[in-house]
């Protein structure tokens, strides 16, 4: 059975930086991508960035420049190096794994831009 843990988040205050780490366990394959989405209060879950399993990577086009995917196969694991944060960034951050037709979730990590 696969097991996404997302780890990392936090309250950090504008301007800072958080790295988001998600591990994935259960599974001897290479997702065929991996990614991050995040979901603000009263809002829909959306993408932030995700890579594939050649290293493709795409980015929510608000987030570009601010935020970097980055993969391990070998460990099935992904992280997302987030800089410059802004109050806006505050949400629930959900890891992503997918093979095939198959789509894992992680149970989400809480990511807080205050002063």
């Known amino acids: 059975q696969v097991q996404l843990v997302e780890s990392g988040g936090g309250l950090v205050q504008p301007g800072g930086s958080l790295r988001l780490s998600c591990a994935a366990s259960g599974s001897s394959f290479d997702f065929d991508s991996m990614g991050w989405y995040r979901q603000a209060p009263g809002k829909q879950r959306e993408l932030v960035a995700r890579?594939?399993?050649?290293?493709?990577?795409n980015y929510a086009d608000s987030l570009k420049g601010r935020f970097t995917i980055s993969r391990d196969s070998a460990k099935n694991t992904v992280s997302l190096q987030m800089n410059s944060l802004e109050p806006e960034d505050t949400a629930v951050y959900y890891c992503?794994?997918?093979?095939?037709?198959?789509?894992?979730w992680g149970q989400g990590t809480q990511v807080t831009v205050s002063s």
């Open positions: 890579i594939s399993s050649g290293g493709s990577t």
């Open positions: 992503r794994a997918r093979l095939a037709i198959r789509v894992y």
